[in-house]
């Protein structure tokens, strides 16, 4: 699986992103795929991730009513849609794939196998 990550730049604060994440070489179909952030200097953290088959969310708590996630399995697609955005989502979002069917490795990062490139998410202030 090869995903690539489109869709970042510079945004004010308030403002809305979405970003993109496409698959080659295989579907999304029995995936879950995550975005995962990582601020210069930072740990890379859980963002949120969507179950394909069942369309289930989950998000990290500080962007629960903020972020939401979709998919496009015609495109092989999965779009984080950021809105109200914040500085402190600065970071460089990464998104990544995973076969896992164990609920408790969803934030987790080792769980991902497939990982595509960052797209840079600059808020300004």
């Known amino acids: 699986v090869q995903l690539q990550a489109f869709g970042g730049g510079l945004v004010q604060a308030g403002g809305s992103l979405r970003l993109s994440c496409v698959a080659s070489?295989?579907?999304?179909?029995?995936?879950?795929v995550a975005w995962f952030r990582q601020a210069p200097g930072k740990e890379r953290d859980f963002v949120g991730a969507?179950?394909?088959?069942?369309?289930?969310?989950y998000f990290r708590e500080s962007v629960k009513g903020r972020f939401t996630l979709s998919r496009d399995n015609a495109k092989n697609t999965v779009y984080l849609q950021m809105n109200s955005v914040r500085p402190e989502d600065t970071a460089a979002y990464h998104c990544?794939?995973?076969?896992?069917?164990?609920?408790?490795?969803?934030?987790?990062?080792?769980?991902?196998?497939?990982w595509g490139q960052g797209t840079q998410v600059t808020v300004s202030s």
């Open positions: 990544a794939a995973s076969r896992s069917e164990i609920q408790s490795n969803i934030p987790t990062e080792t769980a991902y196998a497939y």
């Open positions: 070489g295989t579907t999304f179909a029995g995936y879950t």
């Open positions: 969507i179950k394909i088959n069942a369309g289930y969310t």
